[in-house]
């Protein structure tokens, strides 16, 4: 996978989850992301750039289709995913807290998706929420991307120190021991589901 394939895929993973559709993975791809701007392979800025871009114009799309042609579609799926509860919430917080919601709730999953697409029908008109969607798209992309970065490097950082000392029966111990808790959480999450 090349740098350009990670921009790509991280603008066009970021659009989608950026319109409010729920459990888009796109923890990966900024994992990759961090990975190759540790190996000097991408540009951290053109990354937050990039990712914010997308992410941008996703939440564009959400609020466009909140307001128009979608909104009776979306009344329908909004209501019996998320609950009208959600919404009276999101509701009352446009109205106590402005259009910081839309900046405050990029943060939590939960008011993301009824903040995105619920901002039109609830009087916010595009130009404020261009510009706080701008800035909430912004410091997640920056905090996630940086957060990703920083955390390829000190594993990077580790694992050539542990290269370095490793013998191959503690590799096989390590692996073994890796193998055993992942089996361990499968078998202890399918056992609570049951």
Known sequence: MTSVHVYGLLFILLLIEGIGIPGIPFEPVFLAAGYLIEQGQMSFWWTVLVGTIGNLLGNLLGYWLGARPARSFL?????????????????????????????????????????????????????????????????????WQYASWRGAHYFLEWWHSYRGLSSWGEELFLASSILLALGAAVYLYRKKKK
């Open 75 to 143: 009344d329908r799926v909004t209501r019996s995913y998320i609950g009208p509860e959600a919404i009276e919430r999101v509701s009352f917080w446009f109205k106590r807290y402005g259009p910081a919601v839309v900046v405050v709730s990029r943060w939590f999953g939960l008011i993301r998706t009824p903040a995105i697409v619920c901002a039109a029908p609830l009087g916010m008109d595009a130009l404020s929420y261009t510009l706080y969607s701008a800035i909430g798209a912004f410091t997640w992309t920056l905090a």
